[in-house]
């Protein structure tokens, strides 16, 4: 029903910068329920970026500073500014719509590469 695309990915340097974007097409409740995870090898997915229901932003500790989430609700559209990247951001980054108990949708991924 909700379809996610991610796009933005691919290899950069160690403190190189990308940015990521997810659009949905379908019927949306808002943006705000749209967040970003990734999932690294051999680890669990996790939780990266996502909005509050206060108006801001959270993070998880590792990208705190370097990260910067934002969208747009009339493209649908939500994006994750990385900067300062480092080898360990290397994941296949997902974007995410959920509703609590009620609605969750996943994009394919992007895979981001960070090496020298």
């Known amino acids: 029903q909700v379809r996610l695309v991610e796009s933005g990915g691919g290899l950069v340097q160690p403190g190189g910068s990308l940015r990521l974007s997810c659009a949905a097409s379908?019927?949306?409740?808002?943006?705000?329920?749209m967040d970003w995870y990734r999932q690294a090898p051999g680890k669990p997915r996790e939780l990266v970026a996502a909005?509050?229901?206060?108006?801001?932003?959270n993070y998880a500790d590792s990208v705190k500073g370097r990260f910067t989430l934002s969208g747009d609700n009339a493209k649908k559209t939500i994006y994750l500014q990385m900067n300062s990247l480092k080898p360990e951001d290397t994941a296949v980054y997902y974007c995410?719509?959920?509703?609590?108990?009620?609605?969750?949708?996943w994009g394919q991924g992007t895979q981001v590469t960070v090496s020298s």
């Open positions: 379908g019927s949306i409740f808002s943006i705000n329920f």
């Open positions: 909005f509050t229901s206060g108006g801001t932003t």
């Open positions: 995410h719509y959920g509703l609590r108990g009620a609605i969750s949708s």
